[in-house]
């Protein structure tokens, strides 16, 4: 039986890290069976040692580069005559960029509370802007941050702009709902101590609320760095991912092993942030009842 | 010398307003007067509005016609005075704060000065024997743990008056009988006034000093039964010839009967040797 705070056991613990272990290594040799069969000739050394027996057309080195090719790459210099390796190069982009979205992530998440706290005090205009809410996240994000960057300016600020419009809906969707999961006796109880609307909300709303703000905040890890990501395109931010992803865009047919590696770094820097997000939910939610950590 | 009464209730009623159906009397025409220091159930069938009489007193909701008193007051100011607590059917404990935290909410609220309030959450778990628990988070508990630290909380600014509303339903029988006796204990050491809400005839017997017997919807309060078993009551209490005649009196009422029993001898040793069905 496992507990809130307490870790599973040893052998689940293992048994979790092994199946997603294995997993990538399935789509790895997924990838390489696919282009062993119907890619490019495979060199090894300058030499040929494979001709693939069909012909895919996803498959060929130019769509699909061999994973070493990728790994390679990482460990070479991003540029000639560059000193560090891509792998160093996109570090540090992928940091700067991360620093735009966890801005971004915290003043979502800031205004997604405060607007969710107004809604639940104040149903009518809950029931008149909610729908609008749901709306605003409708509209394609592309077709919006330029317009962003031209009312906000050419810079960072721009930026944290796209990511905090990503990242406050699901925030207020799930304080909406949090702040309102309390048992209704609850209420009842605090009624009967003469509580006052402040005293009910800090006391007994937002605990309440936590695990459903927490969904909503890994949820907003993520999105976050989207928006960071798509608003430094149209804001011409050199430093970032977005700038590395455009540039080894238009090097692809030179140069396609480094788009993937941008991707990778990419989905790492999703995945890292995601983390850190569990971790703190693992800890701020350890004393509650086993159900509401999974 | 009559004890000075702590609820008041005349002429009341309560309707509610059901969307599309029109309008559902749950209470009509109620008179009861509990004193100081009694212990009074209310029992009846499900929907007779028993939790909702405990709620016009702990004013959670409003009558529509009639009044309630508490200690003297309207019901919204006996509210406003924190003049009762309150344990429902379920614990509703606070589940991000530990045993002692949740004790300690309601005098948080008041604004207990530190010592007195540490004084009192200390007394209370004493009270209801969790002490060794004080640091465990709700889920570590069972049930009737979790009730017993629900009743502390109730009594943590000592109120002059207990609702409780089926507390101990939930529970299974050796526990809720366990229960029984822990809060017949607690009523005796705090000498509390308590209006206690159940759908469990030996239950309102063993506990009261009288009963309450209301008819199905509209709530009526058809008798009103005197529960003379001597005190303090015990196992053996549930099985004395008393507590069957009142309970099956208690019964008889519920079902509309006159109150006169008569009492068939051979069907009580029956009863009694097959345990209270």
């Known amino acids: 039986m496992t507990t809130a705070g307490h870790a599973p056991s040893r052998r689940t613990q293992w048994r979790r890290i092994f199946a997603v272990v294995a997993f990538l290594g399935m789509v790895l040799v997924l990838w390489e069976g696919v282009k062993f069969l119907g890619g490019d000739p495979w060199f090894v050394n300058g030499e040929k040692v494979w001709t693939p027996p069909l012909s895919i057309g996803i498959a060929t080195d130019q769509n699909l580069p061999h994973i070493w090719s990728i790994a390679g790459a990482l460990a070479e210099p991003w540029r000639r005559n560059q000193e560090d390796s891509l792998f160093i190069y996109l570090a ?10 966890a801005l971004g992530f915290a003043l979502g998440a800031l205004i997604g509370i405060s607007l969710a706290t107004v809604f639940v ?9 909610v729908p609008y809410v749901v709306a605003s996240q409708t509209i394609p994000i592309v077709a919006l941050a330029p317009m962003i960057i031209f009312f906000v300016g050419n810079d960072v600020a721009a930026v944290v702009v ?3 419009y990503l990242t406050f809906f699901p925030v207020t969707i799930a304080m909406l709902r949090g702040l309102r999961a309390h048992d209704p006796r609850a209420l009842e109880l605090m009624r009967s101590y003469a509580a006052g609307r402040r005293t009910i909300f800090w006391k007994l709303r937002m605990p309440a609320s936590a695990p459903y703000l927490f969904t909503a905040l890994k949820i907003a890890a993520t999105a976050s760095i989207v928006g960071a990501i798509v608003g430094e395109g149209p804001g011409g931010i050199q430093e970032g991912l977005g700038r590395a992803i455009l540039d080894f865009n238009q090097t692809y047919t030179t140069g396609p092993e480094k788009l993937w590696a941008t991707i990778l770094v990419t989905a790492l820097l999703g995945i890292v942030f995601y983390l850190l997000v569990r971790l703190a939910e693992l800890w701020w939610l350890r004393d509650r009842a086993p159900n509401v950590l999974t | 010398m009559t004890s000075p009464s702590v609820v008041e209730i005349a002429g009341l009623s309560k309707t509610f307003e059901v969307p599309d159906k029109g309008t559902m009397t749950a209470l009509s025409g109620i008179d009861l007067s509990i004193s100081q220091g009694e212990f009074v159930s209310l029992i009846g069938p499900s929907g007779c509005g028993k939790s909702t009489l405990l709620r016009l ?4 909701t409003e009558p529509t016609t009639g009044t309630v008193t508490v200690n003297g007051k309207p019901a919204p100011q006996a509210r406003t ?9 379920a614990p509703v404990l606070f589940d991000w704060r530990t ?3 949740n004790v300690r909410l309601p005098l948080e609220l008041i604004g207990t000065d530190k010592a007195t309030r540490e004084a009192r959450i200390t007394q209370m778990l004493e009270l209801v024997e969790l002490t060794e628990f004080r ?3 709700p889920y570590q508990l069972s049930g009737g743990m979790q009730q017993r ?5 109730a009594l943590a600014f000592e109120p002059a008056l207990l609702l409780m509303d089926e507390p101990f339903g939930a529970l299974d029988e050796m526990t809720r009988e366990r229960m029984n006796s822990e809060v017949l204990q607690i009523w005796a050491q705090t000498g509390i006034t308590v209006v206690f809400v159940t759908h469990s005839i030996p239950e309102a017997v063993f506990l009261s000093s009288r009963v309450a017997v209301m008819s199905a919807r509209p709530g009526r309060v058809t008798r009103l039964v005197d529960i003379d078993l001597p005190r303090p009551r015990t196992v053996e209490t549930r099985e004395s010839r008393r507590y069957f005649e009142l309970v099956t009196k208690v019964r008889e009422a519920l079902r509309g009967g006159d109150g006169q029993v008569e009492l068939d001898e051979a069907a009580m040793e029956q009863v009694a040797a097959e345990g209270l069905g």
């Open chain 2, 135 to 137: 640091r465990h988070h």
């Open chain 2, 81 to 89: 005075d924190r003049d009762y607590g309150i344990v429902f059917q």
């Open chain 2, 149 to 153: 630290v629900s009743i502390a909380r």
């Open chain 1, 121 to 129: 005090h104040f149903q009518l205009f809950e029931r008149a802007l």
């Open chain 1, 162 to 164: 796209v990511a905090t």
């Open chain 2, 99 to 101: 045993v002692e935290d």
């Open chain 1, 92 to 101: 540090g982009k992928a940091l700067y960029t991360w620093r735009e979205a």
């Open chain 2, 57 to 60: 007193i702990g004013d959670l």
